[in-house]
Nanobody, 121 residues
Framework: QVQLVESGGGLVQAGGSLRLSCAAS????????MGWFRQAPGKEREFVAA????????YYADSVKGRFTISRDNANNTIALQMNSLKPEDTAVYYC??????????????WGQGTHVTVSS
């Protein structure tokens, strides 16, 4: 089992930035691809970004490409999501996860509780 705890959410104006962090415990994340999903009010949960265990392979949803950056620090068992040029449509609960990456498809297996991000216009 991997326990994941997100932090860094909050309220920000459109155009601003936030950095989300995710701390893992229970197992080292070294062998796990990691990622972020989000769920906006009234919408289904959607993929945001994923990163391979080595950090060499990264995927982004088209909606965040060029604005968000996912990174990982295996030595400290953490991952991060730097979010720049935020838009009101980025408002959502953001979930950190650990999972599998097979043939460019990322499947989460473990989830954090989520952190709220609100972007005001």
């Amino acid at each position: 089992q991997v326990q994941l705890v997100e932090s860094g959410g909050g309220l920000v104006q459109a155009g601003g930035s936030l950095r989300l962090s995710c701390a893992a415990s229970g197992r080292t994340i070294n062998n796990y691809p990691m990622g972020w999903f989000r769920q906006a009010p009234g919408k289904e949960r959607e993929f945001v970004a994923a990163i391979s265990w080595s950090g060499h392979i990264i995927y982004y949803a088209d909606s965040v490409k060029g604005r968000f950056t996912i990174s990982r620090d295996n030595a400290n068992n953490t991952i991060a999501l730097q979010m720049n040029s935020l838009k009101p449509e980025d408002t959502a609960v953001y979930y950190c996860n650990a999972g599998r990456l097979v043939l460019a498809a990322y499947t989460p297996d473990f989830w954090g509780q989520g952190t709220h991000v609100t972007v005001s216009s």
